[in-house]
């Protein structure tokens, strides 16, 4: 038998199925760590399946996108009521450098900050251009320079909104973006 591999049912006896491989070597086997993809051209690419947004897929322990498998693999499960979020704004980003966790509203005023809300912006459905807007930027900058100085009725009659507004712009819950 010298020169001959060894085989068991017509595979090589160092043959290794999918099924056979541990979850982690399946989902790196995946991922391609080569300098020059992303923003900054540190991210790591998901090669596999990918939903229509350009998110990974993997299927493991659970199913799900490939940017929150790698965040519970490297820091444990995601708290309820947070999302995983990309830093590199990279869908198909899994470098858990890139990853952190925040709410979904912080989630989509940090899509908005960045201007990747073009659905908003085309659409004039965002700040001062949104066709129901009582507030320019301007007046809107002035209220927060206001703060608490005065009471939130007072500047609400001010400029003629509710005093939720008021609130709100004070406390960035809206007009984030500014």
Same mark, same amino acid.
């Given at each position: *038998?010298?020169?001959?591999?060894?085989?068991?049912?017509? @595979?090589?006896?160092?043959?290794?199925?999918?099924?056979?491989?541990?979850?982690?070597? $399946?989902?790196?086997?995946?991922? !391609?760590?080569?300098?020059?993809?992303?923003?900054?051209?540190?991210?790591?690419?998901?090669?596999?399946?990918?939903?229509?947004?350009?998110?990974?897929?993997?299927?493991?322990? &659970?199913?799900?996108?490939?940017?929150?498998?790698?965040?519970?693999? *490297?820091?444990?499960?995601?708290?309820?009521?947070?999302?995983? *979020?990309?830093?590199?704004?990279?869908?198909?980003?899994?470098?858990? !450098?890139?990853?952190?966790?925040?709410?979904?509203?912080?989630?989509?005023?940090?899509?908005?900050?960045?201007?990747?809300?073009?659905?908003?912006?085309?659409?004039?459905?965002?700040?001062?251009?949104?066709?129901?807007?009582?507030? !320019?930027?301007?007046?809107? @900058?002035?209220? $927060?320079?206001?703060?608490?100085?005065?009471?939130?009725?007072?500047?609400?009659?001010?400029?003629?909104?509710?005093?939720? &507004?008021?609130?709100?712009?004070?406390? $960035?819950?809206?007009?984030?973006?500014?």
């Amino acid at each position: *038998m010298a020169g001959r591999h060894r085989e068991k049912n017509g @595979l090589p006896l160092n043959f290794r199925s999918q099924y056979q491989k541990s979850e982690e070597e $399946r989902f790196f086997e995946k991922v !391609d760590k080569t300098p020059g993809h992303g923003p900054d051209g540190d991210c790591w690419i998901w090669t596999g399946s990918k939903t229509g947004k350009g998110y990974g897929g993997f299927r493991g322990s &659970t199913t799900g996108k490939a940017h929150i498998w790698m965040y519970q693999h *490297m820091h444990g499960d995601v708290s309820a009521g947070l999302e995983v *979020m990309h830093s590199c704004d990279e869908p198909a980003c899994v470098n858990p !450098d890139h990853l952190t966790t925040d709410t979904h509203h912080e989630n989509i005023l940090d899509c908005v900050r960045k201007g990747r809300s073009k659905h908003w912006k085309e659409n004039g459905f965002f700040g001062e251009n949104h066709r129901m807007a009582k507030l !320019d930027n301007e007046k809107v @900058l002035e209220i $927060r320079k206001i703060g608490y100085s005065q009471t939130f009725e007072e500047t609400a009659k001010q400029f003629g909104v509710s005093k939720t &507004t008021v609130s709100n712009i004070i406390n $960035r819950k809206r007009w984030a973006h500014l």
